[in-house]
């Protein structure tokens, strides 16, 4: 069998109808893939898509190929492997439409068969649709890879092996392999299937073989239990990856199909009194949330940057991701088995009640079968997955119909996989929007912004969520679930305990400036395995839902949960778009209890004493530095997060008092004090015994300063540039932002340059962007192997240049 990338020779551009005339405009370009065919489109204040996606406008796309087939060909079977296309997909061959994929997180196949030309170039084109669609910045295009796919008309097909461990003891665990082959000819045939089951050292440890007769065009599914001595356990801390290789031979013993799958071996249990356990071991899921975009790359998605993105997470103390609100990709599943990153992987964000004007809504019923099927198939290997979400804030779940399409959905997933875990984002509010609406804001124009309407309501958000009109309208939903996922509703985790006593708990969203009292309850009750806040990475789109606003600023008007343009971010990442952590990061880490060391954190001098506009998805506007350009004596407030009674703050070794830890708000101590170059240090203490301590030091004269993540990259990997405004030191100036310009040189090309910055009209496309407390970040992607170099530069500094390798 071939199965190779389909990436290259790509043209795109706009659809046009029929009876439209092309322009200069609408002429295709070049494009390779993974790629986001909205990114760099231009953004306006009018777009009619609006804060969703961060004013990016949608459109309808076609995506073109010219590819050859060969005669060889007539005797097999083609097929191309789509792993995403943003949406609603139709693959045409030659003119001839082949299939149609409404749902835009889906992998599908397109049979090529029956319209090929052999012996001459065949044509394949893709259109793609992005409108009104999403509540977030979804993208649009052919932004996941794709896959050739020439094989014998008698094949393993996508996904066609899958493995369970239903069987786990110390001396040995139990392999439970199946796998499908499909007969595409019009006769019987019988064939060989051997499997050999390879160890994390990459040595064979099991192996069986069995025949399997396929009647024609029919499917038939082959089984093997392999049994493996002294297992390697699978999990966050030990991530041991075993792999089963799969050979298919024809009668005459010609192997005729190969295939190859990664699992894991794990114990997954959960119960009210003893919450989750893995392998035995109770754990508490240390959740973010992520949406699917990759920052600067927009919505395209390429494997090095998903294992960047679930490698940073981990780094900052996240052992669980929920992939919020639609399947997540293959690149970031494998990446989440490799580094032992728990999944909760998410079905859809709307049933049949619609969120946005043309979302998928209206075909749910139609394809919710397809939909599930995807899913599990998919995911059903993948170790990290130990939770399926069959939804999110459903609008209906609270009515009996709702409570029927729960039942329907939770039964589908466990008739596909019994081996996980069933969960749903529950939202007592939303699902009781109307009421809800008219209680917090009778006839006020907010009322129609759930996320204004939940941000205004503060405590009485906590009553409505414990009502007994909430207790009552999701009872059967949360029913049929084997874990119960509550957003934005802690104040359940009590009452659950009382009303419904076997009920396990996880707070599958929640407001990240509160992470201090939902880890208290997390650590506190047997029954809740965890906290999921919103959000570990930031992303692009619900622009300026964690924006802190300055009040007094000239103009300013309230405008809820929604920036105006030009905001493009969320900015309510713990981890912002270019992968560096945020002050909120590094509270949660300590909170969690996995970092001893404070963290100093200071407040902008040139806002000192402003009026702050807020969310609960805000975070304070500080940054780690002591560099500002702000003249010395300037008043300053200063935080310190710290697992400490209390906090002594020094300058230049003088010390401007001691703080106590928790006065406002838990492991925080705020100081004011003034700001004057030179060394900032905080030295925490329990019992009057010093148990960590920090500083920041006031940049010396800046520069442009460029490394590289790794010096050696694959051909079809990315290469990271940090780019930072730094002195000799490496001490960031964070307050002298200025434009900086990448070119690149040798093989390979600039696919993305960005910041940080919530608020922009800078495009993610390059060469220029203006820093961000003094850094951006630029992606290179190689074009063939050698060398690739990138080249920061910046009117009056030094540039400064990284080189990578390319293999």
């Known amino acids: 069998m071939i199965r190779e990338p389909f990436l290259d020779g790509w043209t795109v551009g706009p659809k046009l109808g029929a009876f439209e005339a092309p322009t200069p405009e609408s002429a295709p370009r070049p494009v390779r893939l993974p790629h986001d065919a909205v990114r760099d489109l231009p953004r306006s204040a009018g777009s009619d898509q609006g804060v969703h996606t961060g004013y990016v406008p949608g459109g309808v796309f076609e995506y073109a190929k010219t590819f050859d087939v060969p005669d060889a060909w007539r005797d097999k079977t083609v097929r191309l492997e789509f792993e995403g296309v943003y949406r609603d997909a139709v693959v045409f061959l030659n003119g001839d439409a082949v ?37 977030w910045y979804s993208g649009a295009g052919i932004y996941r890879p794709a896959h050739l796919v020439v094989a014998d008309p008698v094949h393993i097909p996508l996904d066609g092996t899958r493995v369970t461990t239903p069987d786990i003891d110390a001396a040995r665990a139990i392999a439970a392999i199946a796998t499908t082959v499909r007969n595409g000819t019009r006769h019987t045939r019988t064939l060989r299937l051997t499997w050999t089951v390879e160890a994390p050292d990459g040595s064979d440890v099991a192996s069986g073989t069995a025949p399997v007769t396929v009647l024609p065009a029919a499917d038939a599914v082959a089984r093997v239990r392999l049994a493996i001595d002294l297992p390697e356990l699978w999990s966050d801390t030990a991530p041991s990856l075993y792999r089963v290789r799969t050979s298919l ?184 929007l109307d009421g809800m609406q008219t209680d917090a804001a009778p006839g006020g124009p907010e009322a129609s912004d759930p996320n204004t309407m939940m941000a205004a309501m503060g405590d009485m958000m906590a009553a409505a969520n414990a009502s007994e009109l909430v207790t009552r309208s999701t009872e059967e939903s949360a029913s049929v679930l084997d874990v119960v996922g509550f957003n934005y509703a802690e104040s359940r985790y009590e009452l659950d305990r009382e009303l419904f006593p076997h009920r396990v708990i996880v707070g599958s969203e929640t407001f990240p400036s509160r992470i201090e009292k939902m880890w208290e309850l997390v650590e506190r009750l047997d029954h809740v395995i965890g906290d999921f806040t919103w959000t570990g990475w930031d992303y692009l789109g619900e622009a300026g839902i964690g924006r802190v606003d300055y009040s007094d600023e000239p103009g300013y008007e309230p405008t809820g949960t929604a920036g105006p343009y030009p905001h493009l971010l969320a900015g309510c990442g713990d981890i912002d778009i270019t992968g560096y952590r945020r002050p909120v990061s590094y509270y949660r880490e300590i909170v969690f209890g996995l970092r001893s060391e404070p963290y100093l954190t200071v407040h902008p001098p040139r806002h000192h004493g402003r009026p702050t506009a807020t969310t609960p998805w805000s975070w304070d506007d500080s940054v780690s530095s002591w560099t500002w350009d702000a003249e010395p004596g300037a008043p300053v407030t200063v935080d310190v997060y710290a697992p400490a009674e209390e906090v002594e703050l020094l300058r230049d070794g003088i010390s401007l008092g001691v703080a106590t830890v928790g006065v406002e708000k838990a492991f925080r101590a705020r100081f ?44 079809d990997g990315l290469g990271f540039v940090a780019i930072a405004l730094a002195d000799a030191d490496g001490v960031v100036a964070s307050d002298a932002d200025r434009m900086i310009t990448v070119s690149v040189e040798g093989e390979g090309e600039l696919v993305a340059l960005g910041t940080g910055r919530i608020r922009t009209e800078e495009s993610f496309a390059g060469p220029s962007v203006t820093t961000w407390n003094g850094r951006a970040l630029a992606i290179v992607r190689p074009t063939g192997p050698g060398t690739v170099t990138a080249t920061v530069s910046a009117t009056g500094l030094a540039a400064a240049s990284v080189t990578f390798s390319v293999s």
């Open 99 to 135: 299939v149609h994929e409404p749902n835009g997180y889906n992998g599908f196949e397109a049979v090529l068969d029956p319209y090929l030309r052999y012996g001459q170039p065949n044509r394949i084109t893709v259109e793609a649709r992005a409108h009104r669609d999403s509540r």
């Open 672 to 715: 004011e004090t003034e700001y004057r170059p030179g060394e900032l240090v905080a030295v925490a203490r329990s019992g009057g015994r010093e148990v960590g301590r920090t500083a920041l030091r006031t940049a010396g004269e800046p520069g442009i300063t460029a490394s590289a993540e790794r010096a050696e990259i694959t051909a």
């Open 249 to 432: 031979a024809a009668e005459d013993g010609d192997v005729i199909d190969t295939d190859a799958a990664a699992f894991g071996i794990r114990r997954l249990q959960v119960d009210a009194a003893r919450g989750l356990r893995i392998n035995g071991e109770t754990v508490k899921l240390r959740g973010a949330c992520v949406h699917h975009d990759s920052g600067p790359l927009g919505a395209a998605t390429f494997a090095d940057a998903e294992d960047r993105r679930v490698r940073l997470l981990k780094e900052a103390g996240f052992n669980a991701l929920r992939s919020a609100h639609n399947p997540m990709s293959r690149a970031m599943l494998d990446a989440c088995d490799r580094h032992g990153m728990f999944v909760m992987d998410e079905l859809t964000d709307t049933w049949t009640r619609s969120k946005v004007a043309f979302d998928a809504a209206p075909g749910f019923a139609a394809r919710w079968r397809h939909d599930v099927d995807a899913l599990v198939a998919k995911d059903l290997n993948h170790p990290s997955v130990i939770m399926y979400s069959i939804g999110n804030e459903i609008l209906e779940l609270g009515t009996p119909a709702g409570s029927a399409w729960s039942r329907r959905l939770a039964e589908a997933i466990r008739e596909r996989d019994d081996t996980r875990l069933v969960t749903n984002g529950i939202n007592g509010i939303i699902a009781n």
